[in-house]
């Protein structure tokens, strides 16, 4: 099972950027972005396959999703931040095959997460 550790959270006002990291411990075809904001339900915000990204809705525009190879590290760089982004960021590897890839039930390997939050 793959081993993975975000980094990279914090506090930023509206309009400004933040640059998220996963660390990857082994090897995941697909790598993928989630979020989950208070009371509501876990949702994909990009995913990575063999260097091709997918954008959910939210992220389309904003979000870049990018993997190194090297030091196999997962990165999501987000810019024009929006209030509506405050949320805990999480990365998931071991794609099961088993829908959409930016869909939570599609991964079993995920990290303990990293707090975005965005002000006004």
């Known amino acids: 099972q793959v081993r993975l550790v975000e980094s990279g959270g914090g506090s930023v006002k509206a309009g400004g950027s933040l640059t998220l990291s996963c660390r990857v411990s082994?090897?995941?075809?697909?790598l993928a972005w989630f979020r989950q904001a208070s009371g509501k339900e876990r949702e994909g915000v990009a995913a990575i396959a063999t260097g091709s990204p997918y954008y959910g809705n939210s992220a389309r525009g904003r979000f870049t999703i990018a993997h190194d190879s090297a030091t196999n590290t997962l990165y999501l760089q987000m810019n024009r931040l929006e209030t509506e982004d405050t949320a805990m960021y999480y990365c998931?590897?071991?794609?099961?095959?088993?829908?959409?890839?930016?869909?939570?039930?599609?991964?079993?390997?995920w990290g303990q997460g990293t707090q975005v939050t965005v002000s006004s």
């Open positions: 082994g090897y995941s075809t697909y």
């Open positions: 998931a590897a071991d794609y099961v095959g088993d829908g959409s890839i930016i869909s939570p039930g599609s991964y079993r390997s």
